[in-house]
């Protein structure tokens, strides 16, 4: 079990934490047990451009969707 540690108006979590969450939205949850830290779901916006520069287009998937499609029939 790792700990954290409180500084003054600080916190400093293990550094696997921090890897896993850098750059990420995490809400801050008072719960009865404790202190709940949650990342918060990723956005619309979050994902924008996500597939960008990727070979996959919006006609490929419509494609790909249409294929699905008729073999689940």
């Not at 921090?18 to 990723?42: A, H, Q, S």
Request: charged share 40%; no cysteine; proline share 3%.
């Amino acid at each position: 079990m790792e700990l954290l540690v409180v500084e003054g108006s600080l916190i400093k979590l293990p550094e696997r934490v921090l890897k896993k969450f850098k750059g990420r939205k995490l809400e801050l949850l008072e719960i009865e047990e404790g202190v709940l830290i949650k990342p918060l779901k990723g956005t619309i916006r979050e994902t924008r451009g996500i597939l960008k520069g990727s070979r996959i287009s919006t006609r490929k998937y419509l494609e790909q969707k249409q294929k699905d499609k008729a073999l689940e029939v």
